[in-house]
């Protein structure tokens, strides 16, 4: 069965890991960009779950840097403010899990929707950027949203994540980063909470509480082959240490990996160069 919150997730990775190797006008990166991501990844279906998921997509894939409308790969909505070292937008971006029908910790529960986050992003650049590449910080606070069940509110999340960015030779990027998914008690109960009609016996009932989601430390690289073509791919390991909801029945396990390797293809693109 098809994982539409993990197809979703796919897509804003691949935007994510083509964005920094794009090819430039002769004023900077284009105003625009169209393409293709394929992309295979073996993904835990939630943290906290035991169970993997193997996926093959190819996606397409479109990036707008405009003034204030972007779609930059990490997120598609409006820059509010900018500054040299800060950055302020908001919009829309894929949740952090997914799962339905066919996991078995979740069997007979309701299936997870099209989960979206909106809300607004905090990013703090720390210290002068260089062609090595420098460290950044996110302090992205959105709400989470079912586009399966008419947009209904399924709770907030904090997700702060530190990236340390470099580029070790002509045409490579690499990046590090550290971060948390921080839940209200709707959401981590959308996940991790059990209701009485829900229960079995080796599924109690369990009420969901508010705090720690999972820590989350990733790696990625992204290679540039020619003016179109680049190779990309990416580790994430997720850990329950010290997580709010670790005695709930749907956590199998404490630490969990995704693991995905990709090509990318620019189609088309803006001759006007755009604001970075």
Do not use: C
């Not at 997870?112 to 996110?138: C, D, H, M, Q, Y």
């Not at 302090?139 to 994540?161: I, K, M, T």
């Not at 997580?243 to 693991?259: E, I, M």
């Amino acid at each position: 069965m098809t994982h539409r919150p993990i197809r979703l997730a796919l897509l804003a990775t691949g935007f994510a890991l083509t964005q920094g190797a794009h090819a430039q006008t002769d004023e900077g990166p284009p105003r625009w960009e169209l393409g293709a991501v394929g992309l295979a990844v073996s993904q835990q279906a939630y943290p906290g779950s035991d169970q993997q998921l193997g996926r093959v997509r190819v996606l397409p894939y479109a990036l707008y840097r405009g003034r204030w409308l972007r779609a930059d790969g990490e997120t598609v909505g409006l820059r509010a403010a900018r500054t040299a070292q800060w950055e302020l937008d908001i919009g829309a971006a894929a949740s952090f899990g997914g799962g339905g029908d066919d996991i078995e910790a979740r069997r007979g529960m309701q299936r997870l929707g099209n989960l979206v986050e909106f809300g607004p992003r905090l990013k703090w650049r720390l210290g002068e950027g260089s062609t090595s590449g420098g460290w950044r910080l996110a302090l992205p606070l959105r709400g989470v949203f079912d586009l399966s069940d008419r947009l209904r509110h399924r709770g907030w999340a904090l997700e702060p994540e530190l990236t340390r960015g470099w580029r070790p030779a002509e045409g490579w990027r690499t990046s590090m980063s550290l971060g948390a998914i921080v839940a209200d008690r709707t959401l981590a109960d959308t996940f991790y909470g059990v209701k009485t009609s829900q229960a079995t016996a080796l599924r109690p009932a369990y009420q969901a509480r508010s705090g720690l989601v999972a820590w989350r430390l990733s790696a990625s690289f992204n290679r540039e082959l020619n003016r179109d073509w680049r190779v990309f791919g990416f580790v994430r390991t997720d850990s329950l240490a010290g997580a709010a909801n670790r005695a709930s029945p749907l956590v199998k396990q404490t630490t969990g990996t995704t693991v995905g390797l990709g090509v990318s293809v620019t189609l088309a693109r803006s001759s006007a160069s755009g604001v970075d």
